[in-house]
């Protein structure tokens, strides 16, 4: 199987193919063979992970590909796997195959909806496989299409409204990752490993100058800037977060789980990838910067989150917060803290998707994601006593999402703040606050919807499906088993992180 990372990657877009066959109006033998395919391809991340060797360091030789593809430039079509991307893959593939199922109910041109999600997935896959920055760069951009038109044609009534923001923003972010990408061209001398993510990682460009504006300036310093704002716009890094709330509240269910479970995590690899191993001194020089940023994602996350009355804008709000300890971990530079921030991506992307996921099945039912209407009503109350099964599912990843011990958020946020007491302990205990605030509103939310009076329309609505169970077991299984056992995680990225702490150990 040495060629399972092309065919992880092909079979989403073979796929699409299969979907052009189809005639528009069959949308059940759609949704089957769009089911189909995702199966297969998660089914392959699995026999990935079955043959990946976790001693090793670096990218397995075995699964490794590389040939030319546009020669001229010394641009290769080149993919790999890591102990640092697996889990991505992994993630990837299990996700897009419950959003499918969590999308059987869509009905608004089916064709295209799903024809397009299996795009997504495949330029997700070229994401977290490319080891060609040019090709890194393309899957970037492509992943930009389908969830420009996912979100502008299924979403809310503000789609268009959150579809050009999400698309501006991101967009404007990969402007500057290709300056950067065009400077590492030409710096680096225009060879064969000009565009090759691994040769140009090591520190090679600290001591180079750069003229700008008249003055001179560190070449590393300056692309790592570029670099940083690209992919904190993706983490999103506050202040560059202001379309995740908008893009989360008009996108539809499965196009939510995505953008927070996987999407997001595109950023935070970025600098795990790219940004941290090629300027290891100009990530160490702004570390505490970083780390400052991270502390207000957290912090400022939290307060927005507590202030919703949307339950979706409350959980994007929640997202900010949590995708900011994962900087903080990253900031850190230690082995705990890298550990947790990639354990962390992991574990935000399953008890992320889940709330998610629930606010979905509640709004098929109501219409509406009202905690608090508009006009001071409560939108929900006394959900418990009349959606057993819901409010258990429900209670599992808000748990999984406050970080409770057993559960699997619990151990990537230990991690993290061992890996960062020594280095940043006021940033740590004020990260503390967080955590707090996160209990708070996560707990305040579940008591004005499943506590209290029943509100009457409640009563008309009936528990979770066979369909809608069986989607949500697999993440209530993941939180679970990775919050009483996550060595399967963390054996997979040991060598790889211990390997990067190294690096950045360097120059620190």
């Keep these: 199987m040495q060629h399972l990372l092309d065919w992880i990657l092909w079979t989403p877009a073979l796929g699409i193919l299969g979907i052009l066959l189809i005639p528009g109006k069959s949308h059940n033998v759609i949704r089957f063979w769009s089911l189909f395919v995702t199966a297969v391809t998660f089914l392959m991340t699995i026999l990935l992970y079955c043959q990946f060797d976790p001693s ?81 760069y393309v899957f970037w951009e492509v992943m930009l ?26 967009f404007a972010g990969s402007v500057l990752m290709l300056v950067g990408l065009i400077a590492l061209y030409f710096v680096s001398g225009e060879n064969a490993d000009s565009f090759n993510i ?37 983490v999103p890094i506050f202040p560059f977060h202001t379309w995740l709330p908008h893009a989360h509240v008009q996108a539809p269910t499965a196009v939510s789980v995505i953008l927070a479970g996987v999407l997001l995590k595109m950023g935070t690899y970025g600098f795990l990838r790219i940004a941290f ?39 994007a709000y929640s997202s900010v917060s949590h995708m900011g300890f994962v900087m903080l971990g990253l900031a850190a530079m230690t082995t705990q803290g890298v550990n947790g921030a990639v354990l962390q991506m992991f574990n935000h992307g399953t008890s992320t998707s889940m709330m998610f996921l629930m606010v979905g099945v509640l709004y098929e039912r109501s219409h509406h994601r009202w905690i608090v209407r508009p006009d001071g009503t409560k939108g929900f109350g006394g959900l418990y006593t009349q959606l057993p099964i819901y409010s ?15 559960l699997s958020g619990f151990i990537s946020e230990a991690l993290i703040f061992l890996g960062i007491y020594k280095t940043f302990t006021t940033i740590t205990v004020l990260a503390l606050v967080g955590l707090l605030i996160g209990a708070a509103y996560l707990l305040w ?63 620190q």
């Design 145 to 170: 299409i389908p969830m420009f038109f996912l979100i502008g044609i299924w979403g809310g009534e503000n789609r268009e409204y959150a579809a050009v923001k999400f698309f501006l923003y991101t």
């Design 445 to 507: 939310m579940f008591k004005r919807m499943f506590f209290g009076d029943v509100n009457p329309a409640v009563v008309e609505y009936h528990d979770m499906n066979a369909r809608e169970i069986f989607y949500m077991a697999p993440l209530c299984v993941a939180v679970v088993l990775f919050g009483v056992y996550p060595s399967p995680l963390l054996n997979m990225m040991k060598a790889s992180v211990g390997s990067l702490v190294s690096l950045m150990a360097k120059f």
């Design 198 to 234: 691994l040769a140009l990682q090591g520190g090679k460009f600290g001591a180079m100058t750069i003229k700008l504006f008249g003055a001179d300036w560190n070449f590393g310093k300056i692309v790592f800037i570029g670099m940083f704002i690209g992919f904190a716009i993706k």
């Design 277 to 315: 191993p090629i300027f290891p001194e100009a990530a160490v020089y702004f570390s505490q910067g970083i780390a400052w940023l991270g502390l207000i994602n957290v912090i400022y996350g939290a307060l927005c989150a507590m202030a919703q009355n949307d339950m979706k804008k409350l959980i």
């Design 56 to 136: 090793i360091p670096g990218m397995q030789e075995y699964f490794s590909v590389k040939f030319p593809w546009i020669e001229q430039f010394h641009i290769y079509y080149s993919l790999g796997v890591d102990g640092i991307s697996l889990p991505m893959i992994l993630l990837t593939g299990l996700l897009f195959f419950l959003c499918i199922l969590s999308s059987w109910t869509i009905t608004k041109s089916v064709k295209s909806y799903f024809a397009l999600f299996l795009m997504l997935e495949a330029s997700v896959f070229g994401v977290f496989m490319a080891l060609d920055f040019f090709l890194f």
């Design 392 to 406: 258990i599912v429900f209670i599992i990843s808000m748990f999984a999402s406050m970080g409770l011990p057993g």
